[in-house]
């Protein structure tokens, strides 16, 4: 098979990969992938996933790991790519896993040492609150079997400290801070006595979960396993907003918002949905370059009217 020479250039030169050739061989059907191993294995890095690969012109990294560097037009038109080390790496899934566990544990040992925590503590908790910690801590056990069984990731890991910051979020804010005020004797599902704004409060949980559990499902089902492809979704709310998963993420949260009652819950979304929309802007973006003549444009991302 004919053999292309690809130009290295360190992408930091304050902190440059010391071993990197100059140049590297590699199959011209060769993928990003390929090559990473290649250059991993030449300057003797141990996880190949350490390699950060850049586009010679925009120096914006190559994401696509499974795409052929003959199909990366500024690569083939130089000859060059731009590497860096990553540093240390750990796995997506694991990366999620350790987020969500966070929560679930959080809740089970606040509502545990509620005797210890609050002067009041002895008090049975009100069926509001327990149903408040029914609803977070089955979303955050879906959210793991989802991790481990639906989630189909276009990247094989991301750096080692990023776990510290993303996990930070979920196991301070939804896990201690939201878990501190509802169990609290003092709180106002410990004092609600409208059982019906806690059916309306699960029912819209149940419609959010229920519908962001199926568009997971569909979006895997769009991307083979291993695979990086991007295909044009359509129904299950793709229609109304660019991202219907986020949409239904916030429902179900305002779900646990009327039925706790509680002002941590709405800080937390609230986070959360800043985020989301920051995601869902870039997909539209993404959908929009990637699909120009079949996608429908999205004036909303997240929330019909709304965002």
Not at 35 to 57: C, H, M, Q, T, Y
Not at 101 to 106: F, W
Request: some cysteine; hydrophobic content about 45%; proline content about 6%.
């Amino acid at each position: 098979m004919a053999q292309v020479t690809i130009k290295l250039t360190n992408r930091s030169p304050r902190q440059p990969i010391k071993r990197l050739p100059p140049t590297i061989d590699v199959p011209s059907d060769a993928t990003i992938d390929d090559l990473k191993l290649r250059i991993a294995k030449e300057a003797r890095v141990s996880d190949f996933n350490r390699i950060g690969i850049f586009d010679p012109s925009t120096k914006k990294t190559l994401k696509n790991r499974k795409a052929k560097i003959a199909d990366e037009p500024n690569v083939s038109a130089a000859n060059e790519v731009l590497v860096k080390d990553l540093g240390p790496q750990i796995a997506w899934r694991t990366v999620f896993v350790i987020e969500y566990l966070g929560p679930i544990l959080v809740h089970a040992l606040v509502v545990a040492a509620r005797p210890l925590l609050y002067s009041k503590g002895s008090d049975a908790m009100s069926s509001t609150q327990w149903l408040a910690f029914g609803m977070i801590v089955a979303h955050f056990v879906k959210r793991e079997v989802e991790t481990l069984f639906v989630h189909k990731f276009s990247a094989n890991t991301m750096p080692f400290f990023n776990v510290f910051k993303n996990s930070f979020f979920y196991w301070a804010v939804s896990g201690l801070l939201c878990a501190v005020s509802i169990y609290s004797p003092r709180s106002l599902a410990a004092r609600a006595e409208e059982p019906l704004l806690d059916l309306v409060g699960l029912a819209i949980y149940l419609f959010g979960e229920t519908g962001n559990a199926l568009v997971h499902l569909y979006l895997s089902s769009l991307r083979s396993r291993g695979g990086t492809e991007r295909k044009m979704p359509s129904g299950y709310g793709f229609a109304l907003v660019t991202c219907p998963n986020y949409m239904y993420e916030i429902l179900s949260w305002a779900g646990i918002i009327v039925a706790s009652r509680d002002w941590t819950v709405a800080f937390f979304i609230a986070i959360g949905a800043a985020q989301m929309y920051t995601w869902a802007q870039g997909k539209e973006r993404a959908y929009r370059a990637q699909f120009p003549d079949k996608y429908k444009k999205k004036r909303f991302v997240i929330l019909p009217g709304l965002l």
